[in-house]
């Protein structure tokens, strides 16, 4: 069974940064395309960056140049480092296998970016 825990969110300003991490349990994660999704009050649930097992990334064209997608093979886990953060990066960040998520999503880590 597969987990998906996401954390690093939090209240930032405009053109601030934050780090997320997610772990992930289950096998076969150096194999699996991750992504970072974010979902905005009323608005549909995007997918922002994805990274392949081998490291290959892409990115929303509202994010590139802002954010970089990695990942740790041997610890199971992925990170999104965000920068030059906007009030519309503002969402709940969600990590999941790309791009077919499965359905039993983590909890999600909340980013405000507000002044």
């Known amino acids: 069974q597969v987990q998906l825990v996401e954390s690093g969110g939090g209240l930032v300003q405009p053109g601030g940064s934050l780090r997320l991490s997610c772990v992930v349990s289950?096998?076969?994660?150096?194999?699996?395309?991750m992504g970072w999704y974010r979902q905005a009050p009323g608005k549909q649930r995007e997918l922002v960056a994805s990274?392949?097992?081998?490291?290959?990334?892409n990115y929303a064209e509202s994010v590139k140049g802002r954010f970089t997608i990695a990942r740790d093979n041997a610890k199971k886990t992925v990170s999104l480092q965000m920068n030059s953060l906007r009030p519309e990066d503002t969402a709940v960040y969600y990590c999941?296998?790309?791009?077919?998520?499965?359905?039993?999503w983590g909890q999600g880590t909340q980013v405000t970016v507000s002044s």
């Open positions: 289950g096998t076969f994660f150096s194999i699996r395309v």
């Open positions: 999941n296998f790309a791009p077919y998520p499965i359905d039993d």
């Open positions: 990274i392949t097992g081998d490291s290959n990334r």
